[in-house]
């Protein structure tokens, strides 16, 4: 199974901060990775797929960079709204996988 | 509007079974390959099973192989999880997922409860 590792496991930051996540997979993944955002109580949503493209009405401060094993989720400038879990998932080998979440919290 | 409403979760002894259900609208359901993915209270996001495109391909987890079945039915525009043999560990929400592009998913349902407990 490919394993992603997510990091850091919390991020504090405030609103209009730069958040950077990584994920790092265990084996290539070519470029079938997206990443997700969770609010408490809510379904994920997609935000980025194929490693950067942004889904159908994400912000353009969304944005999702990397090939192989190292991808980057980047958030420009931190909305009020933003504060949740983040996940990347593999779509490019069985068992897909998920990341462990990373989770940004208000500072 | 694409929707997916999931239901026939519950509470079910170890070694039950359940049937979950995942009814889709708003898109091309019948050629569009889906999943089931599960969050065990707390924890993160566990893929549990797939459907291809086609219906030919099925896939799923190490952890339910062999104990669920992903199927579906084109003419009600349902997806569905038998599951058998349940065990305390496959407590959690259960979503079905909608595939864009190689396995990413673009609309969950709201999700079901399962609870495996005696």
């Known amino acids: 199974d490919i394993v992603l590792t997510q990091s850091p496991a919390t991020l504090s930051l405030s609103p209009g901060e730069r958040a950077t996540l990584s994920c790092r997979a265990g084996?290539?993944?070519?470029?079938?990775l997206a990443w997700y955002q969770q609010k408490p109580g809510q379904s994920p949503r997609l935000l980025i797929y194929d490693a950067s493209k942004r889904a159908t009405g994400i912000p353009a401060r969304f944005s999702g960079s990397g090939s192989g094993t190292d991808f980057t989720l980047t958030i420009s400038s931190l909305e009020p709204e933003d504060f949740a879990v983040y996940y990347c998932q593999q779509g490019s080998n069985w068992p897909l996988t998920f990341g462990g979440g990373t989770k940004v919290e208000i500072k | 509007e694409v929707q997916l409403l999931e239901s026939g979760g519950g509470l079910v002894q170890p070694g039950g079974s359940l049937r979950l259900s995942c009814a889709a609208s708003?898109?091309?359901?019948?050629?569009?390959?889906m999943s089931w993915v599960r969050q065990a209270p707390g924890k993160g996001l566990e893929w549990v099973s797939g459907l291809g495109n086609s219906d030919v391909n099925t896939y799923y987890a190490d952890s339910v192989k062999g104990r669920f079945t992903i199927s579906r039915d084109s003419s009600k525009n349902t997806l569905y999880l038998q599951m058998n043999s349940l065990r305390a560990e496959d407590t959690a929400v259960y979503y079905c997922a909608k595939d864009i592009f190689w396995w990413a998913f673009d609309m969950w349902g709201q999700g079901t409860v399962v609870t495996v407990s005696s």
């Open positions: 708003g898109f091309s359901f019948s050629t569009n390959a």
């Open positions: 084996q290539s993944v070519s470029s079938h």
